[in-house]
């Protein structure tokens, strides 16, 4: 069940960024999925969980499309990255104008009273890998749109990360960043480039988990914490000059 709607974003502090999938929103069930899927349906066979996990913790697969087309790479199937999105696309949106796509699998993440006492002190952002409207889509799902302002997307960047561009962007435009909060060792790198405070979200049930955790340590993550409702509560804890 989508939560409550929340108001418009607060000004008051300095501008915390968020990842989205895997850190606000889960994507068990939705785009690691998906990937599985369009892997077997462009004749690569079988994935592993833990396969998918290794190449996001190896880096340089923050989009899944493209992590995908690796995984069939790997497999000795080389197929247009336009192909790999399209069936992708067909299991993560699914069918236009029906709710038979995995993206109606995912679930919000944050729990609302830690959403509005964050949003209380510092200004809240999104710096996401997806695409806008996909993006879009699952704030205004989840109630949440209003909460998050600005946001920056696939088609908002040049390069995607770990490429800092975005998170360099944002601190252009809107002032000092207090952190940023994401799931992945290119999230960590694009912090680290800036440089940005990191704080890593590691679940506990995730592949390699000890391997992340020693990765993200290594590049300069700040604190890990086993989910986003972790991570806000020392947010809220920790002095700013803590960060």
């Not at 998170?167 to 809107?174: A, F, G, K, P, S």
Request: hydrophobic share 45%; charged share 25%; with cysteine.
């Amino acid at each position: 069940m989508a939560p409550k709607r929340v108001g418009s974003a607060s000004t008051a502090g300095n501008m915390l960024v968020f990842d989205l999938d895997g850190v606000l929103v889960d994507v068990t069930a939705s785009f690691r999925v998906a990937i599985v899927r369009t892997v077997a349906a462009l004749g690569g066979g079988e994935v592993a969980p833990a396969e998918v996990q290794a190449l996001k913790n190896a880096g340089g697969f923050n989009n899944d499309w493209d992590l995908s087309r690796e995984l069939l790479r790997q497999r000795g199937r080389d197929v247009e990255r336009e192909q790999v999105i399209e069936v992708f696309n067909r299991f993560y949106l699914g069918t236009p104008g029906q709710k038979d796509g995995l993206i109606f699998e995912e679930h919000w993440l944050l729990p609302l009273p830690l959403l509005r006492e964050l949003r209380r002190r510092h200004r809240l952002a999104i710096f996401t890998g997806r695409p806008r409207a996909d993006a879009e889509f699952t704030l205004r799902h989840f109630g949440v749109e209003s909460a998050f302002d600005p946001m920056l997307a696939l088609e908002d960047v040049a390069a995607q990360k770990p490429d800092p561009e975005g998170l360099l962007r944002l601190q252009r435009e809107h002032g000092p960043l207090a952190a940023y909060i994401g799931d992945t060792v290119d999230d960590a790198r694009c912090a680290a480039a800036v440089p940005l405070p990191f704080i890593g979200i590691v679940a506990p049930a995730v592949d390699h988990r000890a391997q992340l955790e020693r990765s993200m340590s290594a590049i300069g993550c700040q604190f890990l914490a086993p989910d986003i409702a972790n991570a806000a509560s020392h947010l809220l804890g920790a002095a700013a000059t803590a960060l």
